[in-house]
């Protein structure tokens, strides 16, 4: 523990996830210790982050603007709507210059543990965007654990009343990985998913 500030500082980002204490402390420590480090720039740029960005009013991703750039990007193939779980998920699968649609962001997954339910997540925003007739596939694009799969079984029953193809990711094993360290599910979801050569 150390006094004053500095613990304070380090207790602040110890509260962002997927940061522990030691990372924390590490992170102080390197502001502390360089004199080049520009406080007043990363203070400016969370200040603006804040007072800036929003939520895109189609899609929900992260935007400046009332639209973020893919739902105004006339090259976009609309009858493809890929769902995920938050905003860093479409910035992963861009990564992949693979998909050419629009995105749907839930803001979140299924959890009862944690107290989300269905009523809690962008899904009645998602069926309005669905209604006009536009959209033949939607993508399931959650994570593979226990809240994101049930995301994506409420989401396929719910999809199944409309006249839309509903597809979820395929999983399996990583490129590079071992068979030997792979989990039961995973090897499982592999065979699953397995295609012609």
Known sequence: MYDGIVQDLIDEFGRLPGIGPKSAQRIAFHILQTPSFDVSRLAQLLSELRERVRFCEICGNVSEQTQCSICRDP???RTFICVVEDAKDVSA??????????????????????GIGPDDLRITQLMQRLADGTVV???LATNPNLEGEATATYLSRLLRTLEISVTRLASGLPVGG?????DEVTLGRAFEGRRAV
């Open 93 to 114: 699968i861009e990564r992949t210059r693979e998909f050419r649609g629009l995105y749907h962001v839930l803001g979140g997954s299924i959890s009862p543990m944690a």
């Open 178 to 182: 071992d068979l030997e360290y792979a």
């Open 75 to 77: 090259r976009r193939d």
């Open 137 to 139: 596939e939607v993508i």
